[in-house]
């Protein structure tokens, strides 16, 4: 079993819905952080977070830390969203270090 | 601000070939992280540095992978010799560190064959 799982692993809708991204892990943990990768390969981090909830335009992350849970919420959901999602964590293992486990991914298509 | 820089963007080679792979943090940066991404496996850490020192390089494969991070603007990536299995996109990033939230910046990436 991996140390992070996200669900769904693909997820198509329509332009504007509501979208959700799951992430679950097993370790406990010190960080946990959203990445967004476009078609093209590139790699932006959406968010950091350790606590509570983040949000950022359309973009909203929350984590609940006891349930070991983090979602990932687009709201009015644009073609342009349309990327893969990987959520990756920081092991509270080892003080200070900051390696990151990284989830397989959600692959999101939104169809104009 | 460039952004993370990395070079080169794409490279293919011969089995048995020496490979670099060269990454240029973000200005004022000083924790600096590699990994690399494949169809099979995802993004895997490799190694990261702060201050330019190596902290955790329990994710480089074997010795066949090396870095180093000679100064703070600079940092490289090395396998000899390369593998058709080393294939795979390799990706830079950086950070402030202990700047607390705050996130890493990817580089473009380099995407690695190896015939």
């Known amino acids: 079993k991996n140390e992070v799982e996200q669900s769904p692993q693909n997820l198509t809708a329509q332009e504007g819905e509501f979208i959700t991204i799951n992430c679950s892990y097993s370790v406990g943990i010190s960080a946990l952080h959203w990445l967004q990768q476009h078609p093209g390969g590139g790699i932006v981090s959406l968010f950091m977070?350790?606590?509570g909830k983040k949000k950022h335009g359309r973009l909203i992350a929350t984590i609940n830390i006891q349930e070991k849970h983090s979602s990932l919420h687009i709201t009015a959901s644009h073609p342009r969203d349309s990327a893969v999602y990987i959520c990756?964590?920081?092991?509270?293992?080892?003080?200070?270090?900051?390696?990151?486990?990284f989830g397989t991914g959600t692959r999101l298509t939104i169809i104009p | 601000d460039a952004g993370v820089i990395q070079s080169p963007r794409h490279e293919v080679t011969e089995m048995g070939q020496e490979v670099t792979l060269r990454c240029k943090p973000i200005s004022g940066h000083n924790s600096l992280f590699w990994y690399r991404q494949t169809m099979m496996r995802g993004l895997e850490l490799l190694i990261y540095?702060?201050?330019?020192?190596?902290?955790?390089d329990s994710g480089m494969p074997e010795d066949r992978f090396s870095a180093k991070m000679p100064n703070a603007s600079f940092s490289t990536l090395k396998i000899q010799p390369s593998e058709p299995r080393d294939s795979a996109v390799y990706f830079c990033?950086?950070?402030?560190?202990?700047?607390?939230?705050?996130?890493?910046?990817f580089g473009p990436g380099t995407r690695l064959l190896v015939l």
């Open positions: 977070l350790s606590s």
């Open positions: 990756a964590v920081i092991g509270r293992s080892n003080f200070g270090n900051e390696k990151l486990t």
């Open positions: 540095f702060n201050n330019n020192v190596p902290i955790d």
């Open positions: 990033a950086s950070r402030h560190l202990r700047q607390e939230g705050e996130t890493q910046y």
